[in-house]
């Protein structure tokens, strides 16, 4: 399939998301009891409303990342299927006498849109980021899940290749694309992704998971690790952008040095048609700096950038 360049932007580029699953939550304690596993403030929620959230360790570790679409009698996540498998092990392992179920969706499919015209092209222009509508059997939202300009769709699995025409007739020039293009953009914002620029190690502020995180609501796992690292600013590691000077990219695992001490390892890379070879890492903080010059395992070199790389 061909890639979204970035001459092409202005349209749209449609995938549906066969990584993803969704799982209804229902039950009465079902708002309570995510509220207190994850980082979004479920209970201050309105049906409407699309939450990105974290499930956490006590220590505030990630261990993954999703997305609640908040509805009159569900809560819908919106997950890796590989991290759904230890996301409920670990929410079932604190499920005592609540009222909660879950129940894999296996009939809906998620369709990402992304570029500027993919809310002209789903009907979710007059929607707010981070809000979806219900329409002819579909929920349509506002989501810019990798950072960028984006709606996101789900519909019944069996309608995925009309629902994708329908996308494509709306905004002249789209067409469907492949996930190696969400991987770029998901990296030129600089979005972590748990599992790839994370480890089971990593506090989620150190990965810059800050959109999925309720800085006001009530108690919840994970909470003190946050809040102590957010009022005394003492995050000693921070994810940051690389720019590297060869067109050739590195492996996933690098060793990244400065001075010849190891400041992090590469986590992600691709090449931006618009920045050229960059990648991400979880940096000490003594390479913080942008501007500042690593090596890059044994011969390679690369330039600190903040993120997202636009803005740098």
Known sequence: ??????????????????????????GDDRASFLHGMCTADVKGARPGAVLPTLFLTEHAHAIADAFIW???????LDIDAEAWTRTRAHLEKLLVADDV?????EDLAIIDVEGPASLDATGAASLAAWSFIE???????????????????????????????AIVAKAPGSRRIDAS????IRIEN?????????????IALEARLNRAISFNKGCYLGQETIE???????????MFGLKFHSEGLPVAGAVLTLAGKEV????SVVHSPRFGAIGLAILHHSAWTPGAELKVGEGGSAIVSDLPFAQS
């Open 190 to 202: 600089g979005v972590a992704r748990v599992g790839v620029d994370t480890t089971d190690k990593t």
């Open 264 to 267: 992090g390892r590469v986590t």
């Open 135 to 165: 329409t002819a059997g579909s929920f349509v939202g506002n989501l810019p899940r990798y950072g960028g300009p984006a709606a996101s769709v789900i519909a019944p699995r069996n309608s995925i290749d009309s629902t994708i025409a």
């Open 228 to 238: 102590r690292a957010t009022a005394r600013g003492g995050l000693k590691k921070r």
């Open 1 to 26: 399939m061909p890639h979204l360049e970035t001459s092409d932007r202005p349209n749209a580029g449609v995938l549906p998301l066969d990584g993803r699953l969704l799982v209804r939550v229902t």
């Open 101 to 105: 179920e879950f129940e894999d969706a």
């Open 181 to 184: 293009v969400l991987e770029t």
């Open 70 to 76: 908040v509805t009159p009698d569900a809560l819908i």
